[in-house]
């Protein structure tokens, strides 16, 4: 079939059958003809034509005045440049998804927001989409949040959106604490309807974010207000949404967030440097960001991941959080595991001691020079209540003065620990310390090197790392520095925990008797 373009709102009859796009530089399809219906921008071309490939529009005002048809292309020539917003309506279907990206040779189209816009592309009840191969960049003052991809719920349901290989820098915005500065970053989706306003089946996969606030990835998955228990389904909540593959750096605020989100997964990205207007909790400009976390949220699982460069704040006493990730409240069945933290100031994770009902399993992690083990914190001041129900088992630490603090404040003892679990993990000093490390009443099997052991059936020794002095970036990189050999006190060491995970930070598998640490030495 040849390639056609069809009219805008033009009827639009007997579409063949749609084959997913493929990653070809001019934007065709495996099918042999290319798209069913094609329309081309070039923001560079002398005058605007019929949006064919010959003639294309030349601004993006004629983009978004159509309706898309099912198996619709929206292609932009490489190499331009556009002003302003595409916010282009109508929706596709499994079968055939909608097609918003590039064609021709060179860089990626560019679209610059200018400040001027709430987006770059705004996508609003738009179902089975996918967007891709394109920059985008929205700088502009620090009044109103700005965003690189906007996603809407408003009328009803969206599922099917695909956001991928994606370039998006220089997005600016409020950086402060409230919930309409997180609204503003790189890709933001938010549910502005009822309950039936949600999204499901999305995902967010191999895209470049650098320099954004606040956020790089925030995603609310719904409106809905009642969350169950994690072993109860919520169908209102944000489902199947993936987030995966993405690299974001120089963040002024929070880098992933699943929010009003049931089953999430957060794998395989890279983070590097946030928390960039992190602001003291106790002044009026609080401002405090994390690395990848959740809130009101279910079983959301983030592995695999690799998150460095968190500061603490604009000094060393002027800031909060700037932890790798965070353990909030309002959330259930979360599993943080098979991550490597490293360089993160604030520290390695933060937990929320607060009444609402929150549980979570962290393992297998490989935490490097971050600036503390944990961080407890009451982030729903002044309600304080436990740490019931979080389990922090077989994870590495390696880091000058392994501690735990609130915020500021390093703690000789967690107070309201609540049956917290810290057990079979690895705490190894690499300067010699004094200070134990407050770890809660149900410590056990833990070794500690350079620092003296607290809690229950410790092993104090050498773990014997594979090269202790590695330092540097790569998840499996890192973990293979601080592989421990069968020789190592830690070998065979742990206890076993109930519903442990079938293998370790590696894919190894982990035996009934655990060793202590990441990694499980077969």
């Known amino acids: 079939m040849r390639l056609t373009r069809i009219p805008a709102r033009a009827a639009v009859l007997g579409l063949l059958p749609f084959v997913f796009l493929c990653a070809c530089s001019d934007g065709s399809s495996n099918h042999p003809g290319g798209p069913d219906i094609a329309y081309y921008i070039d923001c560079d071309a002398a005058t605007s034509g019929d949006g064919s490939q010959g003639a294309p529009w030349n601004d993006l005002d004629a983009a978004s005045s159509i309706t898309l048809e099912p198996g619709a292309h929206l292609l932009l020539r490489r190499g331009s440049r556009c002003t302003g917003m595409l916010k282009p309506t109508g929706s596709g279907t499994a079968q055939q998804r909608i097609v918003i990206g590039a064609y021709g040779e060179g860089a990626l189209p560019l679209i610059d927001a200018a400040g001027a816009n709430t987006a770059a592309v705004h996508l609003e009840d738009m179902s089975h989409i996918v967007v891709r191969d394109l920059e985008l960049t929205n700088p502009g003052d620090l009044e109103e949040p700005h965003r690189g991809v906007y996603l809407t719920a408003l009328a009803g349901p969206v599922t099917g959106v695909e956001i991928r290989d994606l370039y998006i820098h220089d997005v600016t915005g409020p950086v402060g604490f409230n919930g309409t500065a997180k609204s503003g970053g790189a890709i933001i989706s938010r549910s502005l309807g009822g309950p039936e306003a949600k999204f499901d089946s999305v995902l967010i996969e191999n895209n470049r974010i650098e320099d954004v606030g606040r956020s790089g990835i925030f995603f609310i998955g719904s409106s809905a207000k009642t969350r169950p228990l994690a072993a109860q389904p919520w169908p209102d909540g944000g489902t199947n949404i993936v987030i995966r593959g993405n690299t974001l750096q120089r963040l002024q605020g929070d880098a992933i967030v699943a929010h009003s989100t049931s089953g999430a997964v957060i794998e395989d990205n890279v983070v590097t440097v946030g928390n960039l207007a992190g602001r003291d909790y106790r002044s009026e400009e609080r401002n405090c960001a994390a690395g990848i976390w959740a809130w009101n949220a279910n079983n959301t699982l983030i592995q695999r991941n690799e998150v460095s460069g968190y500061r603490f704040g604009q000094s060393p006493d002027d800031g909060c959080d700037g932890t790798g990730f965070d353990i909030d409240n309002r959330q259930a069945g979360t599993v943080i595991q098979y991550n490597y933290s490293h360089n993160n100031e604030g520290g390695f994770i933060l937990l929320c001691s607060d009444d609402e009902p929150h549980d979570a399993l962290v393992r297998y992690n490989l935490s490097i020079d971050d600036g503390k083990v944990l961080n407890v914190s009451p982030c729903k001041f002044p309600t304080i209540g436990t740490f019931d129900d979080i389990r922090i088992y077989n994870n590495t630490f390696v880091m000058p003065h392994p501690h735990t603090a609130l915020e500021l404040s390093k703690l000789s003892r967690i107070h309201n620990a609540g049956d917290l679990l810290f057990a079979n993990n690895i705490v190894y000093a690499t300067t010699p310390q004094s200070d134990a490390l407050a770890c809660g009443?149900?410590?056990?099997?833990?070794?500690?090197?350079?620092?003296?052991?607290?809690?229950?059936?410790?092993?104090?020794?050498?773990?014997?790392?594979?090269?202790?002095?590695?330092?540097?970036?790569?998840?499996?990189?890192?973990?293979?520095?601080?592989?421990?050999?069968?020789?190592?006190?830690?070998?065979?060491?742990?206890?076993?925990?109930?519903?442990?995970?079938?293998?370790?930070?590696?894919?190894?598998e982990v035996p009934l008797t655990p060793s202590i640490g990441m990694h499980q030495p077969q």
């Open 441 to 508: 009443d149900r410590c056990s099997n833990n070794l500690f090197y350079n620092l003296p052991p607290s809690g229950t059936e410790q092993v104090v020794g050498d773990p014997l790392f594979e090269d202790v002095m590695w330092r540097g970036a790569g998840r499996l990189e890192a973990g293979t520095a601080f592989r421990i050999p069968t020789s190592s006190p830690a070998f065979a060491a742990g206890q076993g925990v109930v519903d442990a995970p079938a293998t370790d930070y590696f894919g190894d």
